[in-house]
């Protein structure tokens, strides 16, 4: 009975411990860097299906916008730069269990 007990508890933590380890969405580059409001821009990198990635968003750090998804793969997302003021914007990602939005280490510039 003790050996089962700790069976169990064994693989509910493994099982939680998977869940929590799920492949979040990661963006290495921005094509182009620099764009205008309408334009249509490029963003590569990992687990951006939606399986992984529900929305995309522009933040200067006080303040989201949302982006219009165009195109969506495994390693790209394409995306229409919204009405925004100009300004360097990081891209965030708000994942598909919509539990997190992770800021992006890469930079659009809005001219």
Same mark, same amino acid.
């Given at each position: 009975m003790r050996m089962r007990t700790w069976l169990v508890a064994t693989l509910l933590c493994?099982?939680?411990a998977l869940y929590a380890f799920q492949a979040l969405p990661r963006c290495n580059s921005v094509d182009p860097d620099t764009a205008k409001v309408g334009d249509v821009v490029s963003v590569k990198g990992e687990n951006l299906d939606k399986k992984s990635s529900a929305d995309l968003y522009l933040t200067d750090g006080s303040k989201d916008t949302k982006a219009a998804i165009s195109e969506q793969s495994e390693t790209? %997302? /394409?995306? /229409?730069?919204?009405? %925004? /003021?100009p300004g360097r914007y990081h891209l965030a990602i708000l994942t598909a269990n919509k539990a997190s939005i992770i800021e992006q280490p890469v930079v659009l510039t809005i001219e």
């Open positions: 493994m099982a939680v790209e %997302i /394409k995306f /229409k730069v919204p009405q %925004i /003021k």
